[in-house]
C-alpha cells in the first residue's frame, strides 16, 4: 500500500478546473518531484494534500486512512508536514521555540500542569529542551537556538522551515519550491539539506519545484502538470525526453 | 399605514446621516487601512463650525454648509498630516490608538473651548411641516435626505470620472502600483481626508439642525453607528457605506417605533454581529482568503 | 529544575513581597492615604485587565474591543452572588469574595467560550468590529433585565475588596498569565499570532487554543470586574461601554503588546496620569490625549515592545557591558 495515495482528485474555483483528476502514490522513502510552468496547479494540489483546500472530488489517503476534510493540523497528525512557497515562520520567536511549537505533540503535560508548574512540566520541557537542540544540532543549527527567526539568512530561514517540518515526526514531508528565491550556492545547500534528510529521516518527501537542475538532480520519479492535468510521469531521465514535457517547457 | 410610510421616510433621513459619515469611515480605511476613530469628532467640529458661522455671522444655510466643510476638511488634512502620517510603517494597532487619541483629542478641546452644556443651533432650515399627498414631513428632514442624496450621487460622479477620484481608487486598490504608476499617494490621501471630512460635516450641519443641539460628545454615538454601517455594508466600499447607513438607520428608527427604544442599540449591534458571522467582509464585500 | 530558574523565581517572590512591605510600611507611616489607597486599588485592577486583555490581543494576537463587556458580566455576577451570599448564610467576608470571584470568572470565561466560538472565525478588524458589537450587546442586555439593577444601576453591594486582597490576587492573576504564556500551551498561542496557518502545518490545534486563550482572557477580566464592584459598591452599566474597552486597549498597547510587565507598568502610568494632572483642571484629559497621540508617534511598539522586565535582564545587560569595557581597556 502506497504512503500517500491521491485518486482522480478535482479542485473547482468557480469556473475554473484548476486540478483535474489528479493521481498520485507516493511510497515509503520514495522521492517524487511534481513539476510544470507557472500557474499548472501545483500548489493547488499541495493546499490539497495538506488540507488547506478540500477536493471537489476524490479521495485522499495517507497510510491508508482517507484524510479529505480534515483540518490540516489533523493531516499532521496523520504523518503529513509541509512548508510554503513563501516562508511562514513564527518571525519574533526564537529558532529553538519555532522547533518547540512543532514538537508540541510529544509533550503531555496539561494546561493546569503547566500554570502551576507541577513535576511533569519541568520533566516535559527539559525534554523537549534537550530533544529540540539535539534535533537543531542535526542540521548544523544549534548556534542559531536562541537567534530570532526573522534574523535569519533566507538560506537558513528555509533550513529552519524544514527542520520545524521536520519536528512534527512525518511520514512523508511535502515542500512547496523550497529553492524559490534562491542563488546557486543556497540553492546547493537546500540539495545537501534534502540528502542529509534522505540519510538521517526515514521519511518520503514530494518535492514542488521550479528549478529543473534541483528536481532532475534529487528526485527519483517525476510528474509532470500542466493546466491542472498530469501530462508525464516517470524518471527524471524519461521526463527529460519526453515530447509533451519539452513542449510545455520550451514551447513548439 | 400612513404612520408607518412616515417612519420609513425617518428612517431614511435618519439613515442618510449615518451613511454621510459612513462614506468617511470607508474612504479612509480603503486608502490607509485605518479605522478612523476621530471620525465621529469631525462630524463633531463640522457642526460647531456651523454654529459659529451661523450665530456669528448670520449666512444662508448653503454659505454655512460650505463653509463648515471647508473647515472640516481642513481639520481632516491637518490630523492626517501630524498624526497619522508619521505612522504608516508602524503596527496598525498603533495607529488605531492614535485615531482614539486624536478623537479625546478633539471631544476635549471642544469641551475646552465651549463647555459641556448644549448650544442651541439657529434654525439654519426654516422649519416646518411640508404635506405630500396625506404624508407630513418635516422641511429637515427633506432637506437631509436631498442633500445626502445629491452629496452622494457628486461623490459617485467624482470617484468613477474625475482624475483625482480614479487615483483614489486606484490607491485603495494597491498603493504601490498605484505609486509606480505615477500617482503622488500622498495628496490622493490628503484628498481622501479632505472629501470623507468634508462629507462628515455635512451629516454634523445636519444632525445639529434637526435635533437643534451642538455639543462636544455629539459625535461619539453617530460615529460609531457610522461605524457600524460601513462595515456592515463592507468597509473599503463606497456602495457599502450607503447601504449600511440606510439599513442601520432603518432598522433603528423601526425598532424605536415598534419595538423597544432601550433595545434598538443592542438590535443594531445584533444585527452587526449576524452579518458578520454569514458574511464576514459585511454584506457587499468580497471574500478574500490569504494566499498559501 | 535549573538552578538559576530558581534563582529567578526567588528575586521575583522577594521582590513582590519587598512591594507589598513598602506599601504597608508607606499605609502605616501615613505617606499613604486613603486617597491614595483607591487609585493603587484602580492600578491593581486595571492591571488584572490590561494583562487579560494583553494575553488575546497580545501573545494569541486577536485584537478584540468589547473587554469591558466580559468586566462587566464579572462585576455583576459577582455583585449578585455577594448579595446572595450574605443574604442566607454568615460567611467571613473573605470567604464571600473569593466564592463572587470564582462564579465571576467562571460565566465570564464561559461568556468568553460562547463569544470567542463564532467571532474568532474572524481575523483582525473584522473581529475587533464584531467583539465590540458582543460588549455593546451585553451592555445594553444589563441595561435592561431585572436581576442587575438596569438602567438605574445596582446598589448595595458588599464592600469586600481592600488593598490587601486585591494586591494578591493581582500577584496570583499575572503569575498565572506568566506561566501560562510560558508553556506548550502558551507557545501554541504565541505561533497563533506570528503565523496562524504555518501553526496549523505544525499541529497546532489553532481553534481550540483561540478559543480557550479569549475564554481565559475573558475569565480574568470577570476577576477584575469583580473586585471593582466590590470596591465601588455600586454599579453603573454605562462603565463598561466601548470606551471602557478602549482604555483598557490603550494601557496594552502603550505598554507592549505581549509584554506582562510593560501592562503593568503601563497601567500605573496610565492610572496615575489623569490624577496627576488634576491641577490641570479641564485641560487635564486635553494633555492625557496629547501624550497618547505624542507617545504613539515616538514609540508605536509601546514602552517594552514584547520584551519581559526582568532582574536577569538587566544583570545580564550590566555584565555584558562591563565586560565590554574591561576588554575595550584590555586592548589599550
Redesign the interface.
Known sequence: MALLEAANICMQFGGLRAVDNFNLEINEHELVGLIGPNGAGKTTVFNMLTGVYIPTEGDIKIDGQSVVGKKPYEIVQAGAARTFQNIRLFKDLTVLDNIKIAFHHELNYSTLEGIFRLPRYWADEKRAQEACLAFLAIFDMEDYAYTMAKNLPYGKQRKLEIARALATKPKILMLDEPAAGMNPQETHELMETIQLIRDKFDIAILLIEHDMHLVMGVCERIVVLDYGRIIAKGTPDETRNNPDVIRVYLGE | MILFLQQIINGLSVGSIYALIALGYTMVYGIIKLINFAHGEIMMAGAYFAFLVGVHLGLPFFAVLIISMIGAAVLGVFIEFIAYKPLRKAPRISALITAIGVSFFLQNLALVIFKAEPKIMPNLIVKRPVNIGSLQIGTVTLATLALSIGFMIILDVFVKRTKPGKAMRAVSEDKDAALLMGINVNRTISITFAIGSALGAVAGVLFGVMYTQVYPTMGVMPGLKAFVAAVLGGIGLIPGAVLGGFVIGMVETITKAYLSSQWSDAIVFGLLIIVLLIKPTGILGKNEKEKV | ?DKKVIKNYIINIAAIFAVYAVLKGLIYAGVITRYHQGIIVFILINVILATSLNLA?GFLGQ?TLGHAGFMAVGAYVSAITAVALNANFNLPKIVVLLISLTLAAIVSALTGVAIGI??L??RG??L???T???G??IR??I??IKVTGG?QGFTGIPKLSTLDNVFWITVLAVA?LY??TH??????I??IR??E??????????TSFKV?GFAIAAGLAGIGGGLYAHYIAFLDPNTFN?MRS?EI??IV??GG?GSLTGSIVAAIVLTIMPEALRSFN??R??L???I??VM??FK???LFG?EEFSWQGIYDRYKTRKNALHNREKKV
Do not use: H
Not at chain 3, 508553556?183 to 501554541?188: D, I, K
Open positions: 529544575m490581543v485584537l463564532p467571532a472565525r474572524l478588524d473584522y475587533a468590529i464584531i465590540l458589537g458582543f455593546e450587546v445594553v442586555i441595561n435592561n438602567a498565572f506561566t501560562l508553556s506548550r500551551q502558551g507557545r501554541a504565541l505561533s506570528e503565523d496557518i504555518a501553526a496549523e502545518a505544525v499541529g497546532v490545534k489553532t480557550m466601548f478602549v486597549l490603550i498597547v502603550l503588546m479641564e485641560l484629559l486635553l492625557y490625549a496629547l497618547l497621540v504613539m508617534i508605536p511598539s509601546g514584547t
